[in-house]
Structures are given as structure tokens and as C-alpha cells.
């Protein structure tokens, strides 16, 4: 390497070390404001760490990821299974019409028409979510009955 050019380099970067040395230091200013801190008043009853027959539950508030190792995932009644641009599925039955379940992490979901019970899809986690149609026609997110998820994992 020709040294002409080391000396070159050399010098740039002890000039960018006293620039930079010369600039005031980086640091995090205390805020004048407090710090704000809400209390959530929604409580849910499921809590990660319980079980749902032999699954685990493993995250929650609003979705519950459970731990599936595998298991399979059945139709809580009869109903629809329509795929979503997420590569999640909606189900949606007429026992229920106020209700959508949003699940997600399914391999190979069964898609179409099934019957309560039957298997459609199975996974290492799933993650579910109860959606509630509201009066306007939105739909907002509800917590899933324990007894809903025993019937999905039976």
C-alpha cells in the first residue's frame, strides 16, 4: 500500500476525531414533563402461562397466542372458514353471527364449509382472536370464553 495514501487516510480521520470530539455529546435530556403512567381498567381472565387442555397459553391481550406444538385446531360449530390477505382464516358460524374468530398460524387450513368438530388445520402456535360486529357495523375485539378455546383445542 503506498504510504502517501496512509498518511492521507490518517489525517482525515484525526481531523474527524477533533471534529467530532468538539461536538456536543449525544445524551438523553431529562424531561421537564413527569412521566405519565395509566392504569389499564381491562382485565382479561386468561393469563399467559395457563392451560387450555394440554396447550399453553403463551401471550395475550386481545389475541391469545397458544402453544400448539403441533395439535390440531377444530371447528367450535358449524360454520365458514374464509382465508384472510394475512395468511390467517376467519370463521364465522351461525350459532354465532355476532362473532368472527380470527385465527392464524394454521398449516394447510381447511377452507369452505365444516362441521363442528372437525379438524381444520393444525400448528405449532395459533394465534386467535374473538372479533364482536359493534352497532355500527365495525367490529372490535373482544376476549375469547375459555370455554370457546376448550372446544378449538379439544
Not at 26 to 42: A, F, K, M, Y
Request: hydrophobic residues 40%; charged residues 15%; contains cysteine.
Amino acid at each position: 500500500m503506498d504510504m502517501m495514501r496512509v498518511r492521507s487516510v490518517g489525517k482525515w480521520t484525526l481531523g474527524m476525531v477533533f471534529i467530532l470530539g468538539m461536538a456536543p455529546a449525544c445524551s438523553v435530556q431529562p424531561s421537564p414533563e413527569p412521566l405519565r403512567t395509566i392504569q389499564i381498567q381491562q382485565t382479561w381472565q386468561l393469563q399467559p402461562g395457563e392451560q387450555i387442555g394440554q396447550h399453553r397459553i403463551v401471550a395475550g391481550l386481545g389475541e391469545i397466542s397458544i402453544q400448539m406444538n403441533g395439535g390440531s385446531v377444530y371447528a367450535p360449530f358449524s360454520g365458514q372458514i374464509e382465508p384472510t390477505a394475512d395468511d390467517c382464516v376467519l370463521f364465522s358460524s351461525p350459532d354465532v353471527p355476532a362473532y368472527l374468530f380470527r385465527l392464524c398460524g394454521l398449516s394447510n387450513p381447511t377452507i369452505g364449509t365444516v362441521s363442528e368438530g372437525q379438524a381444520i388445520g393444525s400448528g405449532d402456535y395459533l394465534h386467535f382472536a374473538t372479533l364482536r360486529r359493534q352497532p355500527d357495523g365495525t367490529w372490535t375485539m373482544v376476549e375469547p370464553a375459555k370455554t370457546l378455546l376448550e372446544r378449538l383445542l379439544k
